[in-house]
């Protein structure tokens, strides 16, 4: 299982081990102009290859992480902390299934009920799967 992150479409894709389509979801990179804490430009998660892995889904991720984030949470390694998740501050039900849209500080934001799926295929393949960010 290989994941690939495709701004152009705007969505992850789900390769097979015969490299094959298994799966596609949307998926924003949307981010709030601005500085982060350490005063640097925010920008979304950089093109590169990636070794992913996931939190558990449901509501123990909402507990843990808050609306912000949603239901479910996958780590990139990203050193600025440039993560996948849900939800999103503002939004009128940030743990919905389809919760809606907005920008994030600089991850990449899918809508919860993706997420949760893409989260449980990831922790099915052994929790440490590559996911490859590209421009096309």
């Not at 984030?69 to 009128?92: K, N, Q, V």
């Not at 934001?109 to 960010?133: F, P, T």
Request: hydrophobic fraction near 30%; include cysteine.
């Amino acid at each position: 299982m290989k994941l690939v992150y495709n701004r152009e479409l705007q969505a992850i894709v789900v390769m097979g081990d015969d490299k094959t389509v298994a799966a596609f979801y949307e998926c924003h990179d949307d981010f709030i102009a601005g500085k982060n804490d350490e005063g640097l430009p925010r920008d979304s998660l950089p093109d590169g290859n990636y070794t992913v892995s996931a939190e558990e889904p449901g509501q123990s991720a909402a507990d843990a992480n808050g609306p912000a984030y949603g239901t479910f949470y996958i780590r990139t390694g990203d050193a600025r902390g440039r993560d996948i998740h849900g939800g999103g501050s503002g939004l009128p039900d940030p743990f919905a299934p389809r919760q809606g849209w907005v920008p994030t500080h600089g991850c990449l934001r899918m809508q919860n009920i993706d997420g949760e799926e893409l989260s449980r295929q990831i922790i099915d393949a052994g929790n440490e799967v590559e996911l490859e960010v590209r421009s096309c």
